[in-house]
């Protein structure tokens, strides 16, 4: 299993950013979906999740209102739209797979929001 996410970068506060992760080596239409974040010096956090069906996601407290997440099974993606951001938003952002009790992880990308 590969996650590939992209899209992070440096945004100001108030602004948007648009995540990816392309799923590939798995089932994906049979895969929940979910987006992590860990901010320096804290634990990961779950942001948000999907299910292998599509459906209404699930947002963490934190970024309800303001994320989106959303899936593409004829293109094996997942997207994470962030709008009116935070400094607190600052952070890893990791796209996350499990597959039966198996947790398969992106390799990253950084968000930081700034002025």
């Known amino acids: 299993v590969q996650l590939v996410e992209s899209g992070g970068g440096l945004v100001q506060p108030g602004g948007s950013l648009r995540l990816s992760c392309a799923a590939s080596?798995?089932?994906?239409?049979?895969?929940?979906m979910r987006w992590f974040r860990q901010a320096p010096g804290k634990e990961r956090e779950f942001i948000s999740s999907i299910s292998s069906v599509g459906g209404n996601p699930f947002y963490a407290d934190s970024v309800k209102g303001r994320f989106t997440m959303s899936r593409d099974t004829a293109q094996n993606m997942v997207s994470l739209e962030m709008s009116s951001l935070k400094p607190e938003d600052t952070g890893v952002y990791y796209c996350?797979?499990?597959?039966?009790?198996?947790?398969?992880w992106g390799q990253g990308t950084q968000v930081t929001v700034s002025s």
């Open positions: 080596g798995v089932t994906f239409s049979r895969t929940n």
């Open positions: 996350n797979a499990r597959v039966l009790t198996t947790d398969y």
